[in-house]
């Protein structure tokens, strides 16, 4: 997909909300070639989805061994919006707390004594993270009103073709 035809979709107001939402679901290949797909919170600066995850994390060894990744960042309401990402992750380790690590966090009901006590133990906690940025290389907006799942787009034309033959 070109740059600017990813950039064309991430623009748009559907995909600006789901990009502002809170979880997304990660989807890589471990080491030992089965699939893994996991929820993690994330934030999205402009260009790159960003997460942050613990220097020890499972996760990390199968993602310098494969970085390919896939995420889904959707909706619980019906119709639901979906927005599919492919992309490479980079891993970027990090002394302290990574500022997007507070952000992607912010969001949670917290009232601002318990974000207070979250912050400390977060920060007593972690000596370090690691940044997994990911750059979008493929993107798929579906809301069910103006676009759909490729399979179903491609009933919908089989559909008209048998109906104006």
């Not at 502002?20 to 989807?27: S, Y």
């Not at 490479?88 to 207070?116: F, H, K």
Request: aromatic share 6%.
């Amino acid at each position: 997909m070109r740059t600017n035809e990813i950039a064309d979709i991430l623009s748009k107001p559907t995909s600006q909300e789901l990009l502002h939402r809170d979880l997304t679901r990660l989807a890589y290949v471990a080491t030992d070639g089965t699939p893994r797909s996991i929820p993690i919170a994330f934030t999205w600066n402009g260009t790159e989805i960003v997460l942050c995850t613990t220097r020890n994390s499972p996760k990390l060894p199968h993602l310098r061994a494969n970085p390919m990744v896939a995420l889904t960042i959707d909706t619980e309401v019906h119709p639901p919006k979906i927005l599919l990402l492919r992309g490479r992750a980079e891993l970027d380790d990090v002394d302290g707390i990574p500022e997007e690590y507070l952000q992607m966090n912010g969001t949670y009901g917290m009232t601002a004594e318990q974000r207070v006590e979250w912050e400390a133990e977060v920060r007593s906690l972690y000596d370090g993270m690691v940044r997994i940025v990911i750059t979008p290389t493929w993107v798929k907006l579906i809301d069910f009103e103006t676009t759909l799942p490729s399979a179903v787009e491609e009933l919908v034309r089989q559909r008209a073709e048998r109906q104006s033959a």
